[in-house]
């Protein structure tokens, strides 16, 4: 979809993913930027990673891998899971 604060997407792509594609994944791999553009949710701390891993589980997929989180110059990758419903 995208990175570094730019989408390789048509911006109307974004509602798509949100709205079909991610309630149908059972895996989602998005990055910072990707997550934050699905989620709608800032990722300035990890806190804020596992926030956004919640608010994509509760979309749909039960294992969520957010990759590349920039957080005061440290790379960070949070993953998470969830017992499928």
Known sequence: MGDEGKLYVPPELVAIYREKVVPVASMLTPNQFEAEQLTGFRIVAEK??????????????????????????????????????
């Open 48 to 85: 804020d990673g596992r926030e956004a891993c919640n608010i994509l589980h509760a979309a749909g997929p039960s294992k969520v891998i957010i990759t590349s989180i920039n957080i005061e110059e440290n790379l960070l990758l949070i993953g998470s899971h969830q017992k499928e419903k």
